[in-house]
């Protein structure tokens, strides 16, 4: 059975993407970067948690302390991207249940009022929406190079705001020369689907 996306919106968004390392200089504009996020807030959460947040390293002098944080073999990509986005997990998105859960307030309460428990949430579900962020990036035209090489302390310290935990750093721009590394194998429907 053929899928409803079309084929050429299937390539863009995950046959023919990659991974890039390495991009051209042209911008990426906040009004894309609004774009991306304007489609991608509506992928599925538990319980509609929101805990993604998302930190644009544009000023150099910012990029600079960035690439600091980075590991070595990701810095120079770091360095020259257009664009680099801190994609973190709010910890204490529970706030914003009542509004984005109204059907069932008390969630908040009932089912993250203990700290564990909400972390484990909020990296979850803050995970799944950076996924959603990586194809609405694609989705935009543009190429994303996520990477979790870095120091999550020193970048927690130098860059989030408030009870937030780092999940991934991810440079954003059109691709460049040599951008993509060969395609890797991936599993068969059948190394991964079981029918009980």
């Given at each position: 059975?053929?899928?409803?996306?079309?084929?050429?919106?299937?390539?863009?968004?995950?046959?023919?993407?990659?991974?890039a390392?390495?991009?051209?200089?042209?911008?990426?504009?906040?009004?894309?970067?609004?774009?991306?996020?304007?489609?991608?807030?509506?992928?599925?959460?538990?319980?509609?948690?929101?805990?993604?947040?998302?930190?644009?390293?544009?000023?150099?002098?910012?990029?600079?302390?960035?690439?600091?944080?980075?590991?070595?073999g990701?810095?120079?990509?770091?360095?020259?991207?257009?664009?680099?986005?801190?994609?973190?997990?709010?910890?204490?998105f529970?706030?914003?249940?009542?509004?984005?859960?109204?059907?069932?307030?008390?969630?908040?309460?009932?089912f993250?009022?203990?700290?564990?428990?909400?972390?484990?949430?909020?990296q979850?579900?803050?995970?799944?929406?950076?996924?959603?962020?990586?194809?609405?990036?694609?989705?935009?035209?543009?190429?994303?190079?996520?990477?979790?090489?870095?120091?999550?302390?020193?970048?927690?310290?130098?860059?989030?705001?408030?009870?937030?935990?780092?999940?991934?750093?991810?440079n954003?721009?059109?691709?460049?020369?040599?951008?993509?590394?060969?395609?890797?194998?991936?599993?068969?429907?059948?190394?991964?689907?079981?029918?009980?």
């Open positions: 059975m053929s899928l409803a996306l079309d084929p050429a919106a299937q390539d863009l968004l995950f046959r023919e993407a990659r991974t390392n390495t991009f051209t200089d042209e911008p990426v504009t906040d009004e894309q970067v609004q774009a991306i996020y304007d489609l991608v807030k509506y992928g599925p959460t538990a319980f509609n948690q929101s805990p993604l947040r998302v930190t644009l390293v544009r000023s150099p002098e910012a990029r600079e302390r960035l690439v600091q944080h980075m590991a070595e990701n810095r120079p990509k770091t360095a020259a991207a257009p664009l680099v986005a801190i994609l973190s997990a709010d910890n204490e529970h706030d914003e249940l009542p509004a984005l859960f109204p059907h069932f307030p008390q969630a908040k309460d009932a993250f009022s203990e700290r564990p428990v909400r972390e484990q949430a909020a979850l579900n803050a995970s799944l929406q950076a996924a959603y962020f990586i194809v609405g990036v694609r989705a935009a035209g543009l190429a994303a190079g996520p990477m979790t090489g870095y120091d999550a302390a020193g970048l927690q310290k130098e860059f989030l705001d408030g009870d937030h935990t780092p999940l991934m750093v991810v954003i721009g059109k691709p460049g020369a040599d951008a993509w590394f060969p395609r890797s194998p991936r599993l068969s429907y059948e190394d991964v689907v079981t029918t009980v």
